[in-house]
């Protein structure tokens, strides 16, 4: 079965309306099951996105980690080297979009809504250049923030929340990203 076919088997959809695997089935006791499954939310992501976004498929990027409260991408260097022999500079800004969006995609699909997500805003720090294949994590931590736009989403159909992650080399912090995020039903 290729992966159009089994996406829409997985979420009851047809191509044309993207949306993403039903979580729920796919998780067990706190939020997380072993990668080896092949329900695991981490390969249910990485397939959402390689599909829906292509681009994320020509970096090499996979999903290490998929919980509402965490989400890890990671991807190799050869496809995102710069002429310095280091990650390219649009590269790192995409991988760490993309763990914010993921995070965000994640959260939306859980609450069982049908919302598109775009990015409004978005800034990076870097602080080092990465030499080698590195990891973006997005985490979210705060309820509060996540009920008032959650809240804010079903009454008026549009909602922002800010979002922020890290990319890691080596396991040190080698650049931030802030973005806003906006859903829209």
Partial sequence: MGVDAEHRKLVGRQKREPSPPDWSQATASEGRVSA?????PEILL??????QIPLSAAMGAR???ATPERVQLTAPLAPNVNHNETVFGGSAAALATLSAWAL??????????QARLVIQRSSMEYERPIP???DAVCRFSDELAWERFR????RRG????????YLAFDAQR???FEGDFVGLL
């Fill in 46 to 51: 990485e397939r959402y996105l390689h599909q």
């Fill in 132 to 134: 080698g294949d590195f």
């Fill in 174 to 176: 080698m650049a931030t």
């Fill in 36 to 40: 080896t499954s092949s329900d695991a």
């Fill in 104 to 113: 965000l995609h994640l959260r939306i699909a859980r609450a069982g809504l």
């Fill in 158 to 165: 549009r909602a922002r929340l800010t979002l922020s992650s």
């Fill in 151 to 154: 809240t804010t989403l079903v």
């Fill in 63 to 65: 999903v290490r980690m």
